[in-house]
């Protein structure tokens, strides 16, 4: 394994279940927030992120490992 691959499949083992939990807050926020009808900018920009950095390791690991 090279060092790009190896520091992915590193970056997805121990940071997925932050970026899991960053998701699940924002949406949980989000759904909170619009319920109120309050501003929502702030949680979606995070839930935009932690969504593009778990689908990026998880598609950079499966085609990794191939």
């Known amino acids: 394994m ?21 998701f699940c807050m924002n949406l949980v926020s989000i759904m909170k927030k619009v319920k ?11 839930l935009i992120i932690s969504l593009t950095m778990i689908m ?4 950079s690991q499966a085609m990794g490992f191939e």
């Open 56 to 59: 990026w390791t998880t598609a």
């Open 2 to 22: 090279n060092f790009l691959l190896l520091f992915l499949f590193w970056i997805g083992w121990c940071f997925m279940p932050i970026w899991c939990t960053v």
């Open 36 to 46: 109120h009808e309050e501003k929502t900018t702030a949680n979606t920009v995070w």
